[in-house]
C-alpha cells in the first residue's frame, strides 16, 4: 500500500505516479479496504448526499438544540443575504449560513456527517459545496475534492489529533478549516504545492484556538467557531490560489500543532473548566441546564 | 493510527451532536441489546460523570433508548425514541449516579427482558463513537463490539476451556483475542471469546453442551 504518513509524502506519491493527490488518497483507501474504486467513491457519494441534506434541513427546518440555547442563527444570515443586505457579497454569506446550518442542525440532533468530528461538522460541507455551486462543478469533482480534504485530515490525525479532548478546538475546527481550505484549493484547480499551502495557511491561523463548550455542549461557541472555520478556510484558499505561500510548511505546522495542543492545560480541553464555559454567564447556564434536567 | 481511513476523517454519519454522548451512547445501546438478546421490558439507566452532566443537551437520554431498541447512530428516528419505546411497550428511568474510578463517560444498565431476567451492564463511550462494556451480569469484562464474541458462564475446572477451543478449532474459527475472568477458584468464571468468523447455531449447541457451560451468548459485532 502507497501510503502517505505527511503532507509532503502524499504530493510526492501524486507527482511520482503522475496522479492526482485525490486518486492517491482514494487508492489508500482501497488497498486499505480492499474494496473497488467504484465502492469507496459510492461511499463519499452518500457522504456527500448527506452533507447536502443537512444544509437544506437546517436552513429551511426549525431547528432548535436540546437545550435550547442554539438554533435559527442560520436562517438569519440567508434571510439578510436574500434581502440584499450582505455585508462581504452572497457568495460569501450563503458560505456562513450553510455552515451554521450544518452546525445547528447537528445541535438539534440532525443527522451530519462527522469531518473531522461532530462538533466541526459545519466547515466542509458549509464552504466546500457552496463553492462547488457557485462554480457548476460535478458532483465527482467535489467527491474528488472531499478525498482530498480527507487526506489532510487523516495526516492531521496520525501526526496530531482531530479531537478536542486531545488537542483543543484547534484540533476539531482547525483541521477542519484546514481540510477544507486544502479541499477549495483543490477543486478550483489549484497546484500540489498551493493545496499544501492553502492547508497550512489555515491551520497557522487557528493554532492555540482552545475548546471551552458552554455546559459541555456542543453549542456555544461550537457553532460559531464552524462559521469563524469556514471564513478562514476561504481566506486561505483565497490567499494561497494566489500563489501566496506559506512560509512553515504545512507537516512543520500540523506538528506545532500537536504541541500547542499538548501544552494547552486539560481545563481548556473539553473539560469545560476554563475559558467561555467559565464566564458567570455560562456558569449561570449550566445551573439552569442542570436544575432543569435531573 | 495507521489503519486509519478517509471514512474515519469524513465520517461517521451520524446523529449529532457528539460522536461520544450521542452515537456513543447509541452504540452503547445496540450492544447491549445484542447481548440481551430478547424483547426488553423495562431498563433503568444510571448516569455517571460528564453523561450525568451533559446528557439532556447532549441527547444521551435519546440515544441510549434509541440504541436499545436497535437503531443505529444514523437513524433520525433517534430523536423520537421516547415515544417509540412506549409503542413498544418499553419502559425506561434516567437516575444519576457517582461510580466509582471509571470513565467519564460512563453509564450502567439494569435491563429486565420480557422474560424478567435481569441483565446488569457497565459501559463507557470512549471517543469517536467507540464503545466499551467493562461489566455484564457483575462481572469485569472487555467488549466493544468489534469482533463475533462468544461470551461464557462456566464452572472453574480444569479442561473447559481446551473443549472449547477444540471445537473452535475443529470448525476453523480463528480466536483473536481471549480473556477468561473468574471471581474465586472453583466457582463461576467467564470467558470473553472474541473470533474472526461468524460461528453457526450448531456449533453453539455444540459449545453449550459442553459438561460445565452454564450458559453461552454469541454477539455480533456492531456496525
Do not use: W
Amino acid at each position: 500500500m502507497e501510503d502517505f504518513d505527511k503532507i509532503e509524502e502524499l504530493i510526492e506519491i501524486a507527482e511520482k505516479n503522475n496522479i492526482s493527490l485525490a486518486q492517491v488518497v482514494i487508492n489508500r483507501e482501497i488497498d486499505l479496504t480492499e474494496k473497488s474504486e467504484e465502492e469507496v467513491r459510492d461511499k463519499m457519494r452518500y457522504s456527500l448526499q448527506v452533507m447536502r441534506e443537512s444544509i437544506e434541513k437546517g436552513l429551511n427546518e426549525d431547528v432548535k438544540s436540546m437545550s435550547g440555547l442554539t438554533g435559527g442563527d442560520a436562517k438569519k444570515v440567508e434571510k439578510a443575504r436574500k434581502e440584499g443586505k450582505s455585508l462581504t457579497g452572497d457568495l460569501f454569506s450563503r458560505i456562513l449560513a450553510n455552515t451554521l446550518a450544518v452546525s445547528e442542525l447537528n445541535a438539534a440532533m440532525g443527522k451530519i456527517v462527522a469531518c473531522p468530528t461532530a462538533g466541526s461538522c459545519g466547515i466542509l460541507p458549509g464552504s466546500l459545496i457552496t463553492i462547488a455551486a457557485e462554480n457548476d462543478f460535478s458532483d465527482e469533482e467535489i467527491i474528488d475534492a472531499l478525498f482530498v480534504a480527507s487526506g489532510i485530515g487523516v495526516v492531521i490525525a496520525k501526526q496530531a489529533s482531530v479531537s478536542g479532548a486531545a488537542g483543543g478546538c484547534q484540533a476539531e475546527c482547525g483541521s477542519a478549516s484546514s481540510m477544507t481550505a486544502a479541499a477549495i484549493t483543490y477543486l478550483m484547480g489549484g497546484s500540489n504545492e498551493e493545496v499544501a499551502a492553502a492547508a497550512a495557511i489555515a491551520l497557522k491561523n487557528l493554532l492555540g484556538l482552545v475548546c471551552d463548550p458552554v455546559a459541555g455542549l456542543v453549542e456555544v461557541p461550537c457553532i460559531k467557531r464552524n462559521a469563524a472555520g469556514s471564513s478562514n478556510a476561504v481566506t486561505a484558499a483565497e490567499m494561497a490560489l494566489a500563489g501566496v505561500k506559506s512560509v512553515i510548511p504545512a507537516d512543520e505546522v500540523i506538528v506545532a500543532m500537536k504541541k500547542v495542543g499538548d501544552a494547552l492545560p486539560d481545563s481548556l480541553k473539553e473539560t469545560s473548566l476554563a475559558g467561555l464555559a467559565a464566564t458567570p454567564t455560562a456558569c449561570k447556564i449550566k445551573e439552569d441546564l442542570l436544575q432543569n434536567s435531573l | 493510527m495507521n489503519n486509519l481511513s478517509a471514512f474515519d476523517i469524513i465520517g461517521p454519519v451520524m446523529i449529532g451532536p457528539s460522536s461520544s454522548h450521542t452515537a456513543g451512547a447509541c452504540r452503547i445501546g445496540n450492544l447491549a441489546k445484542e447481548i440481551v438478546d430478547n424483547k426488553l421490558k423495562d431498563v433503568k439507566i444510571y448516569f455517571h460523570g460528564s453523561f450525568k452532566e451533559t446528557y439532556r443537551g447532549h441527547g444521551t437520554d435519546k440515544a441510549i433508548i434509541g440504541g436499545l431498541l436497535g437503531l443505529k447512530t444514523d437513524d433520525s428516528r433517534i430523536k423520537n425514541s421516547f415515544k417509540l419505546a412506549e409503542k413498544e411497550g418499553f419502559s425506561f428511568e434516567f437516575f444519576p449516579v457517582d461510580l466509582d474510578d471509571v470513565h467519564p463517560n460512563t453509564m450502567k444498565l439494569e435491563i429486565t427482558d420480557q422474560e424478567d431476567i435481569k441483565t446488569p451492564i457497565v459501559a463507557s463511550s470512549i471517543g469517536g463513537g467507540n464503545i466499551i462494556v467493562t461489566e455484564l451480569n457483575g462481572t469485569e469484562v472487555k467488549l466493544k463490539g468489534e469482533y463475533y464474541t462468544l461470551i461464557t458462564f462456566h464452572n472453574d475446572q480444569p479442561g473447559l476451556i481446551a473443549k472449547i477451543s477444540e471445537i473452535l478449532q475443529i470448525y476453523n474459527l480463528n480466536i483473536a483475542e481471549m480473556e477468561v475472568l473468574r471471581k474465586e477458584k472453583g466457582r463461576q468464571a467467564t470467558a470473553i471469546i472474541n473470533l474472526d468468523q461468524k460461528v453457526e447455531k450448531n456449533i453453539l449447541q455444540l459449545l453449550r453442551d459442553i459438561p460445565g457451560i452454564q450458559s453461552l451468548k454469541l454477539v455480533k459485532p456492531l456496525v
